[in-house]
Antibody, heavy 116, light 106 residues
């Protein structure tokens, strides 16, 4: 089982980005999908989670106005869309199954660069 | 939000050294703590969960201890492949929060 994310993106300030995360295997709906980001040379910041079964979401306060998490269970894929991008949104974005500590799984990360 | 304070932020060590990193939570998180290892350009890798349970396949030189608010991560005898940044993360409550990281260098 692995999580495979979409490729690197370059976006302009004020724009938006949508990162995908495809899960192999047949357990996609069994785990909440979390999103975490890491700015260059910085630590890890949790952004939110989505329940693929219900579509319920929980967003970190700092992103609540700009983030949307969705899933397409027919293709075992989760999406993270971030709007109104700023230069300080430049980061590696990870999808991850973080809900069960003994079964944690991370995607490989997607670099999003925000630059004019 | 639960704040995770990790120390030191960096550590200069030698092969064979015993390495200890601490993580303090701003409130009681019982044992809901994970320790990760991250190498440059890679996703974090789980080493320890539930504060002291070694993840499958992780060498026994890694260990974790503590409960409540104070936790310790130890490498009993550092190997060259252990050069990395280490993070703690609490999962007692949302938002999930991470320590600031400890960069272990030779």
């Amino acid at each position: 089982v692995q999580l495979v994310q979409s490729g690197a993106e370059v976006q302009k300030p004020g724009g938006s980005v949508k990162v995908s995360c495809e899960a192999s295997g047949n357990s996609f709906s069994a785990f909440y999908m979390h999103w975490v980001r890491q700015a260059p040379g910085q630590g890890l910041t949790w952004m939110g989670w989505i329940d693929p079964n219900s579509g319920d979401t929980n967003y970190a306060q700092n992103f609540r106005d700009r983030i949307t998490l969705t899933t397409d269970t027919s293709i075992n894929t989760a999406y993270m869309e971030l709007r109104w991008l700023r230069s300080d949104d430049t980061a590696v974005y990870y999808c991850a199954r973080l809900g069960i500590p003994s079964a944690i799984l991370w995607g490989q990360g997607t670099l999003v660069t925000v630059s004019s | 939000d639960i704040q995770m304070t990790q120390s030191p932020s960096s550590l200069s060590v030698s092969v064979g050294d015993r390495v200890s990193i601490t993580c303090r939570a701003s409130q009681d998180i019982t044992n809901y703590l994970i320790w990760y290892q991250q190498k440059p350009g890679k996703a974090p890798r789980v080493l320890i969960y539930d504060a002291s349970t070694l993840e499958t396949g992780v060498p026994s030189r890694f260990s974790g201890s503590g409960s409540g608010t104070d936790f310790t991560f130890t490498i009993s005898s550092l190997r060259p492949e252990d050069i990395a940044t280490y993070y703690c993360q609490q999962y007692d409550d949302l938002p999930l929060t991470f320590g600031g990281g400890t960069k272990v260098e030779i």
